[in-house]
């Protein structure tokens, strides 16, 4: 999966990480392919997935499609890059559809501080809106 010109000017103008105070990635099915950080150290770009995100991936695939598939988690167990030493406070990971199949997902995560439920709204949204630029007008913007 690539990113298109519209996605990428939408992500970059729109300054999500600091919008949403996290960590922000998105990734095709075996590395990641954006990176837009809150704090500064992490620099994913091109890594490729932990087996954790990889499995998670390949079980949403056999789900029907849905906006409510997602993974909202705090003190997450999941790694998301191989060789991952970090240890994360929260995390959401929510899948892009493209062409009706899961071509990548969208990773929040943060060190420090929780999510809770509600938290997931604005990323969501974000996805959508990622979706929409790539093409995939699947989902409701509400």
């Avoid at 000017?9 to 990641?32: E, M, P, Q, W």
């Avoid at 990889?54 to 029907?64: C, M, R």
Wanted: charged share 20%; glycine share 2%.
């Amino acid at each position: 999966m690539e990113l298109t010109q519209k996605a990428l000017n939408y992500i970059k103008h729109s300054n999500i990480a600091r919008c949403i105070s996290s960590n922000f990635i998105i990734t095709d099915l075996k590395r990641v392919i954006y990176t837009e950080n809150y704090d500064s150290k992490y620099n994913y770009q091109y890594k490729y997935l932990s087996n954790n995100i990889i499995t998670l991936i390949n079980n949403w695939t056999h789900l029907p499609i849905s906006e409510e598939i997602s993974l909202v988690e705090n003190n997450p167990k999941i790694k998301i890059i191989n060789n991952d030493t970090e240890k994360y406070s929260a995390m959401m990971i929510f899948p892009i559809y493209l062409d009706k199949e899961i071509a990548g997902v969208v990773i929040y995560f943060r060190e420090k501080g929780n999510y809770i439920k509600s938290s997931s709204k604005a990323p969501n949204t974000i996805r959508k809106l990622i979706m929409k630029f790539m093409g995939n007008d699947i989902f409701p913007i509400y």
